[in-house]
């Protein structure tokens, strides 16, 4: 069973295309398991991935193993992560020296 009404959620795991949607809302208080083969690909992009803290839309489907987010689509990319500079080398110090 499953209804075309959209539901907003957030990705709170996700791991090798599948994972886990927190959908927003107080009618269902379990997360929902998405498969990548209910992501919609994104164009220019080669996979179907989903990042934690990703905002999506899917449309809420009852399955044999319970709930399962179909049609899934990114609606707000995954925050911007600043990049950590490589440390820099430090010097060598000899064995003795202080």
């Not at 795991?13 to 886990?20: H, L, Q, T, V």
């Not at 803290?53 to 987010?69: D, H, M, N, Y």
Request: charged share 30%; glycine share 8%; hydrophobic share 30%.
């Amino acid at each position: 069973m499953s209804t075309d009404e959209r539901r907003t959620g957030t990705v709170v795991w996700s791991n090798n295309g599948r994972g886990y949607i927190h959908p927003d809302g107080e009618d269902i208080t379990e997360n929902v398991y998405v498969c990548w083969t209910f992501i919609r690909k994104v164009p220019g992009k080669r996979w179907r991935t989903l990042y934690a803290e990703q905002r999506v839309s899917f449309i809420l489907a009852e399955t044999e193993k319970g709930p399962q987010a179909h049609d899934v689509v990114v609606i707000r990319p995954t925050p911007e992560v600043k990049t950590v500079q490589p440390r820099q080398k430090l010097p060598q110090t000899r064995k003795g020296e202080g």
